[in-house]
Protein backbone atom coordinates (compact mmCIF):
# COMPACT_ATOMS: atom_id res chain seq x y z
CA UNK A 1 0.00 0.00 0.00
CA UNK A 2 2.62 2.70 0.86
CA UNK A 3 5.39 1.37 -1.67
CA UNK A 4 3.29 -0.24 -4.53
CA UNK A 5 0.29 1.67 -4.73
CA UNK A 6 2.15 4.83 -3.09
CA UNK A 7 -0.58 5.73 -1.06
CA UNK A 8 -0.04 6.48 2.75
CA UNK A 9 -3.80 6.83 3.77
CA UNK A 10 -4.70 3.07 2.53
CA UNK A 11 -1.76 2.29 4.02
CA UNK A 12 -2.57 3.90 6.97
CA UNK A 13 -5.98 2.12 7.12
CA UNK A 14 -4.52 -1.40 6.92
CA UNK A 15 -1.72 -0.43 10.10
CA UNK A 16 -4.28 0.52 12.05
CA UNK A 17 -6.91 -2.32 11.15
CA UNK A 18 -4.09 -4.45 12.06
CA UNK A 19 -3.69 -2.54 15.48
CA UNK A 20 -7.49 -3.49 16.01
CA UNK A 21 -7.16 -7.14 14.99
CA UNK A 22 -4.50 -8.07 17.20
CA UNK A 23 -5.85 -6.23 20.26
CA UNK A 24 -8.31 -8.22 19.61
CA UNK A 25 -6.65 -11.68 19.03
CA UNK A 26 -4.45 -9.97 22.79
CA UNK A 27 -7.81 -9.69 24.81
CA UNK A 28 -9.14 -13.12 23.70
CA UNK A 29 -6.25 -15.31 23.79
CA UNK A 30 -5.83 -13.32 27.58
CA UNK A 31 -8.65 -15.46 28.55
CA UNK A 32 -7.45 -18.56 27.73
CA UNK A 33 -3.92 -18.59 27.94
CA UNK A 34 -2.38 -15.78 29.49
CA UNK A 35 1.02 -16.74 28.14
CA UNK A 36 0.16 -16.70 25.15
CA UNK A 37 -1.21 -13.63 24.88
CA UNK A 38 1.81 -12.21 26.78
CA UNK A 39 3.67 -13.31 23.67
CA UNK A 40 1.60 -11.25 21.54
CA UNK A 41 2.44 -8.04 23.57
CA UNK A 42 6.21 -7.01 21.47
CA UNK A 43 3.63 -7.19 18.62
CA UNK A 44 0.72 -5.40 19.87
CA UNK A 45 3.36 -2.05 20.63
CA UNK A 46 4.99 -1.83 17.17
CA UNK A 47 1.48 -1.86 15.92
CA UNK A 48 0.96 0.95 18.12
CA UNK A 49 3.76 2.84 17.46
CA UNK A 50 3.51 2.09 13.35
CA UNK A 51 -0.16 3.48 13.26
CA UNK A 52 0.97 6.23 14.93
CA UNK A 53 3.78 7.20 12.73
CA UNK A 54 1.65 5.91 9.52
CA UNK A 55 -1.09 8.13 10.67
CA UNK A 56 1.11 11.44 11.06
CA UNK A 57 2.52 10.23 7.50
CA UNK A 58 -0.53 10.02 5.87
CA UNK A 59 -1.84 13.97 7.00
CA UNK A 60 1.35 15.36 5.91
CA UNK A 61 2.23 13.79 2.90
CA UNK A 62 0.31 13.92 -0.42
CA UNK A 63 -1.15 10.45 -1.77
CA UNK A 64 -0.85 9.29 -5.13
CA UNK A 65 -3.03 7.33 -5.24
CA UNK A 66 -6.14 8.71 -3.91
CA UNK A 67 -5.44 12.29 -5.33
CA UNK A 68 -5.61 13.72 -1.95
CA UNK A 69 -3.02 16.54 -0.58
CA UNK A 70 -3.11 17.92 2.73
CA UNK A 71 -1.97 20.94 1.39
CA UNK A 72 -4.94 21.89 -0.20
CA UNK A 73 -8.05 23.54 1.58
CA UNK A 74 -10.77 20.88 1.32
CA UNK A 75 -14.25 22.99 1.18
CA UNK A 76 -17.15 20.61 2.46
CA UNK A 77 -20.91 21.78 1.94
CA UNK A 78 -21.73 21.48 5.72
CA UNK A 79 -18.41 23.11 6.89
CA UNK A 80 -18.68 26.96 6.58
CA UNK A 81 -15.16 27.75 8.30
CA UNK A 82 -12.04 26.51 6.41
CA UNK A 83 -10.07 23.71 8.38
CA UNK A 84 -6.30 25.27 8.51
CA UNK A 85 -4.02 22.15 7.58
Avoid: E
Avoid at 11 to 40: D, E, H, K, P
Avoid at 52 to 76: C, E, H, K, M
Amino acid sequence: MYFGLRSPVLGSAVTVASLAATTASVVVTFRMNRQAAWAMAPRLAWLGYASYVSVATALTNRDGFLQWNPRRRYRAAFIAARIPW
